[in-house]
């Protein structure tokens, strides 16, 4: 299986540290300013993870253990991929394209910023 190797361990290492300096409810809330569907569907996801943590026979606080890492990880892999587009769309533009196929991307693959709305001239 090919990569687009777009997010790093730099990335990760990042997002890690950034969870653990603003926190869950901090990063949670941007999320669901953000992308609130998003953060609908993982918030509904890791209840349902906790309810069943539950009827699975684990105590309270070893299913809000569970439940905690869980949203730790998923919080940092959702952090990590926005900083890799950021920085995706931050890319010098003066890269020539053999350099952007040399990455995995494709000539044609925007460079510096996305595209405007405004029809061309």
Known sequence: MSSDRLV?????????MEL??????RV?????SLEPDLAEHLLEGLTEL?????????SGEQ???AHRRAEAIALVCLLALRKAHH??????PATPAEDAEEDGLPPEF??????????PP
């Open 20 to 25: 653990r300096r603003r926190g869950s409810r």
């Open 8 to 16: 790093t361990a730099q990335h990760v290492l990042r997002s890690v």
């Open 87 to 92: 920085d995706l769309w931050r890319q010098d």
């Open 50 to 58: 906790y309810h069943r943590l539950l009827r699975a026979g684990l």
């Open 63 to 65: 299913a809000r253990r």
């Open 28 to 32: 949670l809330s941007e999320l669901e």
């Open 110 to 119: 925007p460079q510096d910023s996305p595209p405007s709305s405004a029809p």
